[in-house]
């Protein structure tokens, strides 16, 4: 026996993509229901992005999500390059009037789930075999199992919020999509530390051992990275080789304030560009990490997936308020536009920070001629600060 339900719109997906989604639809009163294959467990317990735009900063609290974020997220209003211990600050906000928001995606997550769930919302974890059909119609059906009954969710719309490793995007025939990849040679190891931050603004470092990043969640809570190779073991690093090999590669200045400490958290996680197009097929609509992936040297992912779902929740409302399809049927370019420059920012950052296995030393000094011209350059350091705070919608 299948249960049948109705919605307007059903979301595959309960990470930042599809929780911001069904937020900001049912702020306008459009109905959404959350699917999500994981438990909600899981999903609060994953450490990701640590870094807000000011457009996703503006995207939470219209939400209405954005409480605990202005209460305890640091505001930055600069961050720093640094090549071989030689560091140059970027003013954010003397360069471009904005800043950025350091507040985990742990914390945004949680965040929203909460608050969807004081609202009421439909939302299913743990839910099997998600399965999106019809997809073509103009009454799409979407399938999934739990506690190992049947479910069929019938909708208006299909939003796949579900990641790379998603259902969604493998919905949208191949003859249909054209997909762009690049993967690196190499990934970021990451630990969470309960420690002081080593500096008040994050740091990203080039130094010839490899890249390494200094971020945090809190005056008390680190987040640190340093470059390893692709098919590296997070097995293979103890605690102590972390953080000696970080200190190596900040520089003997900064190190001289390093607080280690116990890792919390430590994993690798593999570096990608990827870019799906289109992000919509009949009345299927990709967003976030379902459609694309970036390097999080640029800290775009949650910030890409948050403007994706901006620009979606919009076009639904207005098709569902003022019976207007246009922005539902210019979603797909208007993302891809913002989404290119995005992942040109990204993978940017990363060709100029890290240690490419087959980089001559040719390369290497193309690399500290690019970190001299910002230093040097104030047109080229806003370049980057506009970028690192976010680019405009649309
Ligand atoms: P998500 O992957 O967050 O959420 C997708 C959801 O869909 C998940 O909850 C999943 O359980 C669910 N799902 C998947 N398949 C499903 C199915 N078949 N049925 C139902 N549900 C399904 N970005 C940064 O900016 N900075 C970083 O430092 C950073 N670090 C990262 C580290 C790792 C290990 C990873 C994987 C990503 C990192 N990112 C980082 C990028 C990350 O923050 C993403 O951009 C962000 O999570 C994108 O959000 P969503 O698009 O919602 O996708
Ligand atoms: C993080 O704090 O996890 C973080 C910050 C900036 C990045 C990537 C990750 O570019």
Redesign the pocket.
């Known amino acids: 026996m299948t249960l049948k339900t109705k919605t307007q719109v059903c979301i595959i997906g309960s990470g930042p993509a599809g929780l911001v989604l069904s937020q900001l639809l049912h702020n306008s009163g459009v109905e959404s229901i959350l699917l999500d294959r994981q438990s909600r467990q899981h999903i609060e317990g994953r450490i990701?992005?640590?870094?807000l735009e000011s457009g996703s900063v503006k995207a939470l609290v219209d939400a209405g999500a954005g409480d605990n974020m202005l209460r305890v997220g640091l505001t930055h209003k600069g961050f720093n390059l640094a090549f071989d211990g030689e560091h140059h600050r970027i003013d954010l906000q003397g360069l471009t009037g904005k800043s950025v928001m350091?507040y985990?995606q742990t914390e945004v997550t949680k965040d929203l789930i909460n608050l969807r769930l004081k609202q009421g919302a439909q939302m299913v974890f743990s839910a099997e075999d998600v399965r999106p059909t019809e997809v073509c119609s103009d009454k799409p059906v979407v399938h999934y199992v739990k506690d190992g009954k049947r479910y069929e969710v019938q909708c208006d719309y299909i939003a796949g919020c579900d990641g790379f490793h998603g259902v969604s995007r493998k919905t949208i025939p191949r003859a249909v999509r054209q997909t762009y990849e690049r993967d690196y040679p190499f990934g970021w190891l990451?630990l969470l530390s309960d420690t002081p931050p080593v500096a008040d603004e994050?740091i990203?470092n080039n130094h010839q051992r490899g890249f390494a990043?200094c971020?945090?969640?809190s005056p008390v809570r680190s987040?640190y990275?340093v470059q390893c190779s692709s098919d590296d073991d997070v097995a293979n690093w103890s605690d102590q080789q972390f953080w000696d090999e970080l200190a190596l590669r900040i520089g003997t200045e900064t190190a001289a304030n390093l607080i280690t400490g116990a890792s919390i958290e430590k994993s690798i996680a593999p570096l990608r560009s990827f870019v799906c197009e289109p992000m919509r097929y009949g009345q299927l609509f990709l967003a976030g990490d379902a459609a694309h992936i970036v390097p999080?040297?640029?800290?775009?992912g949650l910030n890409l997936a948050i403007a994706d779902v901006c620009i979606l929740s919009r076009a639904l409302i207005e098709h569902y308020k003022a019976n207007n399809p246009l922005y539902l049927d210019t979603y797909s370019p208007t993302c891809l536009k913002r989404v290119w420059m995005v992942e040109r920012f990204s993978w940017y950052m990363s060709k100029m920070l890290h240690q490419f296995p087959d980089n001559s030393p040719f390369e290497r000094k193309m690399q500290r001629a690019e970190f001299d011209y910002i230093a040097a350059s104030q047109t080229a350091s806003k370049s980057i600060a506009e970028n690192y705070v976010g680019l405009p919608l649309d």
């Not at 990701?48 to 870094?51: D, E, Y």
């Not at 999080?296 to 775009?300: D, L, R, V």
């Open positions: 990701r992005a640590g870094v350091v985990g990451g994050l990203y990043l971020s945090m969640r987040r990275y999080p040297t640029g800290a775009k």
